[in-house]
């Protein structure tokens, strides 16, 4: 097997374990503590990739205004999209959530429309209306005249994830920051706005150690480790053919929602989940970066 597939199927197999995870720990934990424990445990990670690559010293390139810059960049793309993610799946099935997230990609494209003034196409308007389409799929979950409210506020938690990450691999791709240091910023300026909050509403809490190590797999397995293996491979292999694995990670989400939380691995999940895909596809190769591409 050539390195760069190990390095996306290891990226892939630990992403798909977002959701599960994360549903586990907010049966005790709250959106907000999970983002500050989480977002602090990736950063620590990435400081030390970064002192293992030797790149830190390229911090002292960076202005003031970079940072401000990487502040709103990863504000928006890091703890804007994990905490509407978090309150999603509070909401709602993980694996429902989970598929909604993947209309990220679509809403990349509206708004490298509008910022980037990129054409808007029949070809592109036909990709959104799909999108959109199988959102609705997947909330309303066959019954569309009888969706619970705790369903509508998960999805719309999951829309407003969706637009964040949207938002931000097109911010990213306007910047030429180094993808190392600037993912480590990111959350590391997460984990201030996180700690803040936790401040702010004086929302003091204690891990526990089976959260403790929840909190590790969410902030090292679940995002650092994936994201430094998908990183070398884009590097070492073709950017589209290995682009295109990310989508196995949505269908490989579902079958550890159905067996470790035993959600109901129903059709119309899977349905909605190929029409968000096939308006992605639509979309000639290359229109936008892949979500992890641009970190």
């Not at 720990?25 to 500050?36: A, K, P, T, V």
């Not at 030390?48 to 390139?61: D, M, Q, R, S, Y």
């Not at 909604?100 to 054409?119: D, R």
Request: include cysteine; charge should be positive.
């Amino acid at each position: 097997m050539k390195r760069e597939y190990l390095y996306a199927g290891i990226s892939i197999f630990l992403w798909s374990t977002t959701a599960t995870v994360t549903k586990l720990l907010l049966g005790s934990l709250n959106s907000m503590q999970i983002m500050l424990a989480s977002s602090a445990v990736a950063f620590v990670f990435l400081l030390v990739v970064n002192l293992a690559k030797g790149t830190l010293k390229e911090l002292k390139i960076y202005r003031f205004t970079d940072h401000i810059q990487i502040f709103i960049i990863g504000t928006v793309g890091i703890f804007l999209y994990h905490l509407f993610l978090y309150l999603g799946i509070d909401m709602m099935d993980a694996s429902q959530a989970f598929i909604i997230n993947y209309l990220w990609p679509i809403m990349s494209v509206v708004f490298a429309c509008i910022i980037l003034k990129e054409k808007m196409t029949f070809k592109k308007a036909v990709a959104i209306a799909l999108s959109f389409a199988g959102v609705v799929i997947v909330t309303a979950n066959g019954n569309l005249f009888n969706i619970g409210k705790d369903t509508l506020t998960g999805s719309f938690y999951c829309i407003l994830c969706a637009v964040s990450y949207g938002l931000f691999t097109v911010l990213n791709k306007q910047k030429s920051y180094n993808k190392y240091l600037s993912m480590m910023l990111y959350y590391f300026y997460s984990f201030i706005i996180s700690l803040i909050c936790i401040l702010l509403t004086k929302d003091r809490f204690t891990l526990s150690f089976v959260q403790g190590v929840g909190m590790l797999w969410v902030g090292v397995f679940a995002t650092a480790i994936p994201f430094t293996a998908w990183a070398l491979a884009l590097e070492k292999g073709d950017t589209a053919k290995i682009s295109n694995l990310a989508y196995i990670t949505p269908f490989l989400s579902l079958v550890w929602t159905s067996l470790i939380l035993k959600e109901e691995l129903n059709v119309h999940s899977i349905f909605g989940l190929l029409i968000i895909i096939m308006g992605i596809f639509i979309q000639l190769k290359g229109n936008f970066q892949s979500r992890y591409s641009s970190k």
